[in-house]
């Protein structure tokens, strides 16, 4: 069970980016699911984390105020709705399904990411 994520681009500092994540079957409707982002040479980072219901998040500090977590239990999607893109952003961005918590061990069925770059 692979989660798959999409929507990244190449953009301009400042711009805008909404990134989706398609968790197959159940897996995203009934576990935690989160964003970490991982760029060249630097360590997978968590990036922010939903819960199953929607109700807890949790960001970094680097993308509070400028980066928002949904869901759409739904229609079984995660969106990270990302505004006011810095070039240290740029990164491949994954998403994941598992235990809620801020540390990406406790989550699992890791797809392809999306590659969000962003020029200066």
């Known amino acids: 069970v692979q989660l798959q994520a999409f929507g990244g681009g190449l953009v301009q500092a400042g711009d805008s980016l909404r990134l989706s994540c398609v968790p197959p079957?159940?897996?995203?409707?009934?576990?935690?699911v989160g964003w970490f982002r991982q760029a060249p040479g630097k360590e997978r980072e968590t990036v922010a984390v939903i819960s199953r219901s929607g109700g807890t998040t949790y960001y970094q500090d680097s993308v509070k105020g400028r980066f928002t977590i949904s869901r759409d239990n739904a229609k079984n999607l995660v969106y990270l709705q990302m505004n006011d893109l810095k070039p240290e952003d740029s990164a491949v961005y994954h998403c994941a399904a598992g235990v809620y918590s801020r540390s990406a061990s406790t989550f699992g069925s890791w797809g392809q990411g999306t590659q969000v770059t962003v020029s200066s």
């Open positions: 079957g159940r897996a995203g409707s009934e576990s935690a």
